[in-house]
């Protein structure tokens, strides 16, 4: 590893962020930070968020290593040069088609398994099962990948890094339904942005339909995003949806960040303050660019851990 390499390694790439730049300024983007029961609102550098010190680095056998330069190198350019990526990036989610559909999967799963909350989420876990929490949860391999990673220092980075690079699909590819979505209405996203909206067995907030489903969310930009459906029969559409559908999408988006499961929000919608309401914020003041606001009752919005894709 060079000694001159860099200590900033982002879990959100910036070429993602930056499809949600403010008008008046390319670098930077309107966000939501949350510190302990207050909410700021806030202009932030692109660069400077959606990051961990020297996340991506490791002990190799009391050598240095990192997998930051292999990220860039083998996932992120190849994506953000891709024909897909260009149509999105370009402004053109419209001519967005099927054969877009494995790349576009590809990228959402991408983002989920080197997300920063994935390494947290697989250490939570660990903790609960040393705790005894898991007992009637886990598979035998789910229970042996523990005792792994109990007897193996540094196992849960390792498993962390091992899905940060995965470029496979896995085996329910082949039948991903992938439904990109426009409106009127600005939808949000956030530095976890592709987030669950159902899974079988639970009350899907988009109705029954959905109920049987493995279903996420990904926003492309402002007025776009899509769908990724999982369970159901492959396909790939593009569809205009009313402006309710972006109002359920950044309730959902606001649940995870106010769950923990996303540093910041990043939003710039006419419904923040409203949203902000429902789950339980109260305005306090305005500030130099933007506002903070202030918990004051139980929020009445639920949310579970983003499943993986």
């Not at 990526?85 to 088609?97: E, F, N, V």
């Not at 067995?201 to 996420?216: E, H, K, P, Q, V």
């Not at 996303?262 to 339980?280: C, K, M, N, P, T």
């Amino acid at each position: 590893m060079a000694a001159n390499a860099p200590i900033k390694h982002h879990y959100v790439p910036q070429f993602y962020m930056r499809q949600f730049a403010c008008a008046d300024d390319a670098h930077k983007v309107m966000t939501l930070e949350r510190h302990s029961d207050v909410v700021v609102a806030d202009r932030k550098s692109i660069e400077g968020i959606g990051w961990e010190e020297r996340l991506h680095d490791y002990d190799d056998a009391g050598a240095p290593a990192s997998i930051e330069g292999d990220i860039n190198r083998e996932i992120e350019t190849p994506f953000s040069n891709s024909p897909t990526w260009r149509k999105i990036s370009a402004g053109q989610c419209a001519s967005l088609d099927a054969s877009d559909r494995l790349p576009f999967y590809g990228f959402a799963r991408h983002l989920q398994l080197r997300n920063l909350e994935m390494l947290r989420f697989i250490e939570s876990q660990h903790e609960r099962y040393l705790a005894g929490a898991l007992e009637d949860e886990l598979t035998d391999e789910e229970r042996d990948m523990h005792d792994w990673i109990t007897a193996t220092p540094g196992a849960a980075h390792e498993m962390f890094r091992s899905g940060a690079m995965d470029r496979m699909l896995p085996p329910d590819a082949s039948a991903i339904n992938v439904m990109v979505c426009h409106t009127s209405a600005r939808f949000r996203t956030s530095t976890n942005p592709t987030v669950r909206v159902s899974e079988p067995g639970n009350d899907s907030i988009f109705g029954a339909m959905f109920n049987s489903l493995r279903t996420w969310w990904l926003t492309l930009d402002p007025h776009w995003g899509a769908f990724i459906i999982a369970g159901g029969p492959a396909g790939f559409s593009v569809n205009p949806v009313p402006p309710q559908i972006a109002r359920v999408v950044n309730r959902q988006y606001l649940t995870q960040f106010l769950h923990g499961r996303a540093r910041y929000l990043l939003a710039e919608d006419d419904f923040l303050s409203e949203d902000l309401d429902w789950a339980g914020y109260a305005f306090e003041t305005h500030t130099t660019r933007g506002f903070r606001y202030r918990k004051v009752t139980p929020p009445t919005q639920t949310g579970k851990p983003d499943g993986a894709l």
